[in-house]
């Protein structure tokens, strides 16, 4: 499969399953501007914004919070399954999960601007 038809596929499967992925949340547009959920953010908001990820990033509770998730899902999938839709659950928590990720990790990766 080549790179364009791989994009085809995500984009219609996106369409179909209606995913929210990190793009939807948070992106640069073509004019360089930052967009969080669909409006553009002000220099200030984009710095707290990157100190929170920073600061989230390296907590105990961030930490604390990936291994719950982690564990519940896999509970739910593997030791107390009873049918699909257990599975289907678990996938659920740990998809939130790295949307979560993805948006720290956008968010760590951004330049600081000037105020």
Known sequence: MTNQQIKQLNKKTK??????????IIYIDSNNNIVIN?????VNEINNLIADAKFFKNSQLFKLFQGT???????????????F????????MLYNLDI?????????????KKS
């Open 15 to 24: 369409d179909l399953l209606n995913l929210v992925n990190a793009d939807d």
């Open 38 to 42: 669909g409006q553009y953010a002000s």
């Open 69 to 83: 998730v982690v564990k519940n899902a896999r509970m739910k999938m593997f030791d107390h399954s009873q049918n």
């Open 85 to 92: 839709d257990d599975m289907i659950s678990g996938k659920l």
């Open 100 to 112: 979560l990720r993805q948006i720290v990790d956008r968010l760590n990766q951004l330049t600081i």
